[in-house]
């Protein structure tokens, strides 16, 4: 039976090492000629064979677009755990062009733990079941609590990951009746060589196939049938394996160039054109999602009904890759889909998904960093734009710079550090651009140079209706004037126009401090961040000590001189504030001090993030504040500095209106005596900064926008988005659609 998987071809090369430059070139041969798979036996014993594995690592990087395999794999001398890794790691490094054909060989007493006997075909069977759940549960680096091992591979302990870049498919060498069991039951695909069965033993084969599959609760269809053939076959009996018998790859054996050509211009192409044709008047389609993935989907998503140019790019919680899209850096979450569109028609597309379904929480993600939840949820749909990661420069006398909201920050001063420009960004190059440039982006350049927003001059926005407009100083000026503090409310930027600063070599400092009074050193930093020239912006991180120790305060920031004497200069004053115990002061540039933190998204949990603003740390500000470090209630506290250019700009300027907070405070905590502390250090707070805030409620609104901003805020949003299709990032419709919207969304939290 056709069950209508890709026809594919593909070669089985000889890892000779006599001529192991020939082996290399017929595997660019093989891509040349239009060869979908290339293919190497795999005998570790033999010395006249090159290394299988370092061979294809090799093929690799010598190949583009061939796909690549071990045909088979000898698992007993490539223990299970290793060759997770390996495989995982190469198919990581070729873009995920790695499959893995393996099988249960016949040197299982080289792991044997049984004083050294060789095993049994069944117990043979069984090490390579186990071995083939240990290979997939390394690989799940999204599953909880310990790897599975047994008997033969003992993992106790083990680390899972890394992530493979697609779903690598595991295809079993079998021929006899367990082994053509197992292959139903666990592997993704039939690897058998043709000269080795007689007539009648491939249908035997699947037969024996699809009936262990069934007995599993496994469709049939999900198991691929390849097939080893010498390449001189007839037409008419490819023909018939493949639409009879279900072979949708046939790999040729040899290492004659002209056979391989001969085969692909000849025989391959004419099997190609006769099976399509005959799928074509049958009607057969390609065979859908495992029956493991269609069980993880979600209720309330069409997922059958996505747009075409969004079909490869779209991830379910069954699919290999959600684990990294599926959350923030510190926030775990569970989107039912998740869409990736690499253009801007895509993210069209991707908005036309959303507005059908009004009822399911929307997310838009960027670079997934997300510290306030909102891009990502539970169960609904979450667009991530972080293929849309150009950055290119439109004006150079300008110093204008077009960006991606795809890009992260740490790229995007690496590209402009050849320039010796920069863009003030926040303290973390991890973060994606379309977050922090619709937000505010407080960062370490910020007293200088204003925030991320201030420098926005342009943006491309897909808004709910689909439509595709430009917002600058001339072309929709209201618009740009909301993207620039609450864009997350408007539509999708597809990509910003950002003017940069020109900014050679900073000194980047990082200082730790005993602080035995965190009232009265709190007081102190802030004084002296104020009276401290704005080309010096520093933030701090406290935290209560060990019992019976001092609190700790880590400063970190940049003072933006290349001069040594200045940068002493500036820091002497905070090095005078308390005991130093740690300090480390280096010229880098700002590409280097960005590329200093970051690293994945993968949070868990709900970590509960409060957010903020105050005019200066004096007073009761500093003395609540010290209450809620000395509690130990709240094991993350940072003091942002804000004020200098920040405070330049009016509080109409942009939709963040906080023109005249000096500093951003953060707290991340989880019970009852934080929640306490943080109303306290609230009440004499003046606003919030809505990116660090992971609370919900409508009333902090007017926390994150003064009502004169929220009132022109919700003018444009009435005009751009009437029924509300961005709401669950803030969302700042008039109160009556707000909570009807919600209450259709059926979301318990902002995505």
């Not at 064979?49 to 088979?72: G, I, K, M, Q």
């Not at 209706?465 to 072309?475: F, I, L, M």
Request: proline share 6%.
């Amino acid at each position: 039976m056709d069950h209508g998987h890709p026809l594919r071809l593909g070669t089985f090369i000889t890892p000779s090492a006599a001529h192991p430059e020939r082996v290399v070139a017929l595997a660019q041969i093989s891509e040349d000629a239009g060869f979908d798979l290339v293919t190497f036996q795999d005998h570790p014993y033999q010395s006249a064979f090159l290394d299988t594995w370092t061979l294809l690592t090799y093929v690799a990087a010598e190949t583009e677009r061939v796909h690549l395999s071990p045909n088979v794999l000898n698992l007993p001398l490539r223990p299970a755990p290793v060759t997770a890794r390996a495989a995982a790691s190469l198919d990581l490094l070729s873009g995920g062009r790695l499959e893995l054909g393996i099988g249960a060989g016949g040197f299982w007493d080289a792991i044997a733990a049984m004083g050294g006997r060789r095993l049994s075909i069944a117990e043979s069977i069984d090490a390579l079941r186990e071995g083939i759940g240990v290979i997939r549960d390394l690989w799940d680096v999204d599953a909880r609590g310990p790897v599975r091992g047994g008997e033969h591979y003992p993992v106790a302990g083990a680390k899972r990951g890394p992530e493979p870049a697609h779903r690598i498919p595991i295809h079993v060498g079998a021929y006899k009746p367990r082994m053509l069991r197992l292959t139903g039951e666990v592997g993704d695909g039939w690897l058998p060589s043709l000269p080795y069965l007689q007539p009648g033993d491939v249908a035997a084969g699947n037969a024996r196939i699809d009936a262990a599959a069934t007995a599993v609760g496994r469709d049939p269809s999900e198991i691929q049938r390849l097939l080893n053939i010498r390449g001189d076959e007839p037409l008419d009996e490819l023909v018939r394996l493949a639409l009879e018998d279900g072979v949708s790859t046939f790999i040729v054996m040899g290492d004659d160039e002209r056979v391989l050509r001969g085969f692909a211009e000849g025989t391959g192409a004419a099997l190609r054109e006769t099976v399509a044709a005959a799928r074509a008047a049958a009607g057969t389609r390609a065979p859908g999602r495992s029956a493991v993935a269609l069980a993880a989907r979600r209720e309330g998503i069409a997922y059958d009904e996505l747009p075409e140019s969004l079909r490869d790019r779209a991830i379910e919680p069954g699919d290999v890759g959600y684990a990294r899209v599926r959350s923030g850096a510190m926030r775990g979450g569970s989107p039912g889909l998740v869409l990736q569109p690499r253009t801007v028609e895509e993210v069209v597309d991707a908005v036309a998904v959303a507005r059908a379904h009004p009822h399911v929480p929307l997310g838009v993600r960027s670079g997934g960093h997300g510290i306030s939840g909102r891009s990502t949820n539970d169960g609904g749909l979450v667009i991530d734009v972080g293929a849309l990661d150009a950055i290119e420069v439109v004006d150079e006398a300008e110093r204008i710079v077009r960006i991606g909201p795809g890009a992260r920050w740490v790229e995007v001063a690496a590209a402009l550090a050849p320039h010796g420009w920069a863009i003030s960004s926040g303290d973390y190059g991890g973060v994606g651009v379309g977050g922090l440039a619709t937000a505010g982006g407080v960062g370490f350049l910020g007293r200088e140079h204003g925030l991320t927003i201030d420098n926005v001059v342009g943006a491309e926005v897909v808004l709910a209706d689909g439509s595709v407009v430009r917002a600058s100083a001339t072309e929709r000026p209201e618009l740009l004037w909301a993207i620039r503090g609450a864009g997350a409310n408007v539509g999708i930027v597809t990509s910003f126009d950002i003017r940069a600063a020109e900014v050679g070599q900073v000194g980047f400092a990082q200082l730790a401090f005993q602080v035995d009074d965190v009232a009265r050193w709190l007081e102190a930093f802030g004084a002296t961040m104020e009276a401290t020239p704005r080309d010096t912006t520093l933030f701090a991180i406290l935290g209560r000590g060990r019992p019976g120790e001092p609190a700790i305060a880590q400063v970190m920031g940049v003072v933006d001189s290349a001069d040594p004497d200045t940068i002493l200069e500036r820091l002497n004053a905070f090095a005078a504030l308390a005991p130093l115990v740690s300090q480390q002061v280096t010229l880098a540039t700002y590409d280097q001090v960005m590329a200093a933190f970051e690293g994945e998204h993968r949070g868990v949990g709900e970590p509960t993030f409060r957010s903020a603003l105050v005019r200066s740390l004096g007073g009761e500000v500093a003395r609540r504040s010290a209450a809620l470090v000395g509690s130990g209630s709240a094991p993350w506290f940072q003091i942002r500095s804000m004020g200098g250019a920040i405070g330049d700009l009016a509080p109409d300027e942009t939709a963040f209106a906080h023109r005249d907070a000096g500093f951003s405070i953060t707290a991340i905590g989880r019970s009852g005596t934080f929640d306490a502390l943080w109303r306290d250090l609230e009440e004499v707070s003046e606003g919030l900064y809505l990116s660090f805030e992971q609370r919900t409620d409508p009333a902090l609104l007017e926390r994150a926008f003064p009502p004169p901003t929220l009132a022109r805020l919700r003018a444009i949003k009435t005009e751009v988005d009437p029924t509300g299709l961005f709401r669950d990032n803030f969302f700042v419709g008039v109160p009556a659609a707000s909570a009807s919207d919600a209450t259709a969304s059926g979301s318990t939290r902002a995505a």
